[in-house]
């Protein structure tokens, strides 16, 4: 496992836009309008950046998710 930091924001919220793309509690909390791709990408952006800052993120060594 590698820990992640702010420069891999672009690579993780893409991986974290397209495995959430129809999660039913993001629909439900945020209605339709979060499944617009660029909202939901800079979503993810900000969130992982906030987590990534304050916290730890890991991934896979190989980075296989997107």
Do not use: H
Not at 13 to 36: E, H, T
């Amino acid at each position: 496992m590698n820990e992640l930091t702010q420069k891999d924001a672009d690579w993780a919220s893409k991986v974290l836009d397209r495995a959430f793309y129809a999660d039913p509690m993001l629909n439900f909390v945020y209605g339709d309008k979060i499944n617009d791709q660029e909202k939901l990408n800079w979503f993810f952006r900000v969130t992982f950046r906030y987590a990534a800052l304050y916290g730890e993120c890991y991934s896979t060594t190989e980075k296989t998710g997107c």
